[in-house]
């Protein structure tokens, strides 16, 4: 009976099994085929697959294991085996953190304050900067010292806050300032505040009052400055505790006193200074002004004399206007003009010889000086492409666009543009990059939506785009659909490797951007980023280095130096860095 079924089951098993292996779009094909394996995944992105799945898990919500293998481009087992990866790694770490906060607690020296460090990095065989990151303060028992003070802290704790601060470049993050509190025992905010003074150390009352009770104890300066450590030298510290204590001996600056000054107060100062400041000395009205107000301050009497008489000074048009006038009364009689009002003859003669001057400046244009300037303003208007105006009608905008368009993007005769348009060419060239800025952002704004959405359809039925069909059926051409597109999932990374790098892609990018975006207008990386398909900092990144650029940072020298080192060409060592860089600018660079 079973060999009589064999048959008809092997009859019905080779169709499917054929179907099976020959459906070009069968998810265990392309997962099993085309997705990379779990020891080719990076540790971060083990991480971020791991994060993704438990974002659901915590929430109690089902995981959509068909969108994330669409995402990752892995398969289901492949992302629970590196969840289980991970878990593995945190017990560990939990594990780890348990055993050096016990190993800690028993390390503690009670007479220093602190744990003995060292010992727990010999008993796990683990870098103490670890150690420090996996201590976890609230399983601890070891009670954490409170030193807001700076007159708190002892010397050797002091000098070993600043050498362990010295393990760490640049300034310190809150990462780092954990470290340090683990470290030493100490709150995070005591170290912080320790070891500002140790890198700007000042002067502070409690500081002085330590000093001062050193010296009524006869120590002398250098001893002192062992036990505060933070200045740099005996010098310095001697030099800014002398300051301190200038400074506070002659106690706080009293505050200003108001006085206030009536109309007639300040007529009389204006007479003292009519009949005593006639040559502009000020003692004598000083002197007048003294025993007229004995109730006032000497400072606001002697600053009342100086801004009237600054203000008194000052000739407004009505002065010029009055002087006119007693002079067509009285002449030039500067005596009797300076009497009636009320000031010196030498300063009503000064009234007369400025309002002369300012009738003179503002005397009325001749019909000679007027036929000059519209002359002028005529040549200046028949001078054609030197007009440089910054105002741009309507009609002018929409003119240049016109204009543009009758050329070729790559060979846009700007001259005669210009010429057209009576503007300098740099003029019309800085407009057209506005005015097709405005464009772009005002048609992304308005077909972004639609432009994703067929983009994210063509994508999620195919897993690639045809900008054919998407430039069809949004009803744009295909740069403003590359242009507008906002859906980048599932695009790929481009990170310079000698070994992978393919010169294809690369003169594929080079093409696209030379084609659409050719100088000197702009690249929009985001269209580029669209059509490869890649993200769009990668682009901007790889761009760079094919056109020859290179940023040396601290970390590309190193590399440079440890190739180098290694025995490697230059020329070779180029290549590690960039595609196009030279062996001479590596040799410069390392040199």
Known sequence: MLSRLLPNAARIVRPTRALYLTTPLSCHFIRRYVSPAVSSVSLERQREIAAAIRAYQKDSVTVPWFDLAHRFRLSQSDMEHIVALDDDRLQKQRKLSARVTQLADQAFDSQRGRCDWDSVVKKLDVPLMECLGRFDASL???????????????????????????????TLTADDQRLVSAFMNVKQADCVMAYSMCIRPQMTTELSELITSYRDKDMTWKDIHQRVPGFASVQALTSVYSQF?????????????????????????????????????????????????????????????????????????????????????YGQDWTQVGQVMGVTPERAQRIWDQSQQHLKATKGWTSRELDILRECIRDDSTEGTTDNKSYWASDDEARLLHLV???????????TISSELRRNVSACKLKYRQLRKQ????MAAEHADAVSHAVKKQYTQHQNVNWVWVSESVGLSERECLEANQFGDGKARWIYDPDT???????????FIETNYPRPLPVNYTAVSNYMWIEPDDCVKMAGLLRGEMTWTKDVLAKVVELRGQGMMYKAIAQQLSPNLTASLAILRHS
């Open 501 to 511: 790098f393919s010169w294809d892609m690369a003169n594929r990018m080079t093409k």
């Open 140 to 170: 601890s028992s070891v009670p954490v010292r409170s030193l807001p003070k700076f007159v708190d802290w002892l010397p050797d704790d002091f000098l070993l806050l600043k050498e362990f601060v010295q393990r760490f470049p640049g």
């Open 405 to 415: 368009t009758l050329y070729d993007p790559r060979a846009i005769d700007w001259a």
């Open 245 to 329: 204590k200038a400074k506070v001996s002659s106690g706080p600056k009293p505050a200003t006193i108001r006085v206030r000054w009536t109309d007639a107060e300040t007529a009389r100062v204006r007479e003292i200074i009519r009949q005593h400041h006639s040559h502009g000395d000020m003692r004598s009205c000083m002197r007048v002004a003294k025993s007229d107000f004995p109730d006032k301050p000497l400072q606001s009497i002697e600053s009342k004399l100086y801004y009237t008489l600054r203000g008194w000074q000052g000739i407004t048009v009505a002065d010029m206007e009055r002087v006119k006038a007693l002079v067509d009364e």
């Open 439 to 442: 464009r772009e952002s005002k």
